[in-house]
């Protein structure tokens, strides 16, 4: 649901687009400071414990919400986000690595790609309940809000924030659900108690070439996944989109259907925003699809390989999106999700394979690294500003062309296993 805040904040507070982007920079930089720190702590704590801790933080920053939103205040958003993502921050360094060494390993990119889908599921749904509860009424200026009389102006803001207050507060409450069910579960104990939790482990976890590697194709791979995620609304917006789509029948019953399957609203009642909006169900759609096909695939395949073929598919669809309009470009781009979707898992099980007791570690760096996901956006954003969206995607392709020569590499390479 983050990536619909960032349209919706930006009406809200006027922003332009790179102070928009602040919402993902608040996001990610919590990968940047927490995940090592969660890699220590979860050497420590174990995983369940880890897990705990992590859905703890996350339920902490949804709650927050409801004052960020009551006071309508830009910053307290960003911490609310802040707090928020170190939950999730803890609870991926724990959840991540814990799945691929419940089996052997060479089904461990199946099996969290397998994991991965649940979470893209997630992922698929909630941009359509966003479009609805975040981006489907009509958000006035500063000028029209200073038109209002005072009642007026007091109802609005207050309508204003039950419109992000009450879905941010169902998610805490489903999270503390969890917290108790994981409570009560026993998981089986992996982490050797006499492993190394010193910092100086993470310096011996980076000896480990795949993981360097793997550290910054990750971080060019959320990097490209979020910005593509967070500017899809703005960019059917500039393709005009919302136009062709109230133009066709077919498209205005897939609004329909999406808009009264999951919300329950009358379409007709979605603005622009709303309507385009609906579409990002797809790419997020792909990527979960994508996950359970990866799933097979990395199962009967070289993980490295299928990693190459993906990446290849992704360059080629935002190329035919950038250089066309219309439809195409809209459905070439959203096509991207399904190539995203086993990039994450199957390189941070490249990346962590052969490090023993020492996978808290690279956890925790591969989980720094998903700060690509504020840096990118942040790059692209300026690029939308400057130039345009071409050369925006046109950064999107260098990044996946690193991830192509990730996969490449892994491939012709026989990776011997880090020494203790």
């Keep these: 649901m983050v990536d619909a805040l960032i349209p919706r904040l930006k009406e809200v507070f006027e922003l332009e687009y790179w102070q928009a982007s602040l919402v993902q920079m608040a996001w990610f930089t919590a990968y940047l400071l927490i995940s090592i720190p969660g890699g220590m702590l979860i050497s420590r704590v174990g995983y369940k414990r880890g897990i705990l801790i992590g859905l703890g933080l996350m339920a902490l920053g949804c709650v927050l919400f409801y004052p960020a939103a ?5 910053g307290l958003f960003l911490a609310a986000l802040f707090i928020l993502a170190s939950g999730i921050t803890i609870l991926q360094v724990a959840a991540n690595p814990y799945i691929s060494v419940l089996g052997d390993m060479r089904g461990a990119s199946s099996r969290l790609n397998l994991a991965q889908a649940f979470n893209s599921l997630g992922t698929t749904i909630a941009p359509i309940l966003a479009a609805a509860y975040l981006l489907g009424d009509h958000i006035k200026n500063t000028d029209e809000i200073n038109a209002l009389e005072e009642v007026a102006k007091n109802a609005y803001f207050e ?3 039950a419109q992000v207050q009450g879905p941010f507060l169902i998610i805490a409450l489903f999270i503390l659900l969890l917290m108790g069910l ?9 982490i050797d108690e006499k492993s190394d939790h010193s910092a100086s482990s993470f310096l011996r976890a980076l000896k480990h070439k795949p993981l360097m590697l793997g550290a910054i194709a990750i971080f060019l791979y959320v990097g490209a996944e979020v910005a593509i995620g967070s500017w899809l ?3 059917f917006m500039s393709l005009e989109l919302h136009i062709v789509i109230q133009e066709s029948s ?3 019953a897939i609004v329909h259907f999406i808009s009264k399957t999951f919300t329950g609203k009358d379409p007709s009642l979605l603005d622009p925003k709303g309507i385009v909006g609906s579409f990002v169900f797809f790419y997020w759609g792909g990527a979960m699809i994508g996950r359970f096909v990866g799933s097979l695939l990395t199962g ?5 390989k299928v990693l190459a073929y993906f990446t290849l598919g992704a360059i080629a669809l935002i190329l035919i999106s950038v250089s066309s309009t219309g439809l195409l470009a809209m459905w070439t781009i959203i096509g991207v999700g399904l190539f995203n979707s086993i990039m994450f898992p199957t390189i941070f099980t490249l990346a962590i394979a052969g490090l023993g007791d020492l996978k808290p570690q690279g956890s925790g760096i591969l989980c720094t690294a ?3 996901g504020a840096i990118i956006p942040l790059i692209t954003g300026l690029c939308f500003d400057l130039a345009g969206f071409g050369l925006g995607f046109a950064v999107l392709t260098l990044c996946y062309l690193f991830i192509l020569f990730y996969g490449r590499f892994i491939s012709r390479n026989q990776i011997p296993p880090l020494q203790a």
């Design 70 to 74: 009551a006071v309508r205040t830009y």
């Design 159 to 161: 309508s204003e924030a």
């Design 182 to 190: 994981f409570y009560l579960i026993k998981l089986p104990k992996i």
């Design 233 to 235: 609304t703005s960019y």
């Design 250 to 252: 077919s498209l205005q």
């Design 300 to 304: 009967i395949m070289q993980p490295s």
């Design 370 to 372: 998903i700060f690509g």
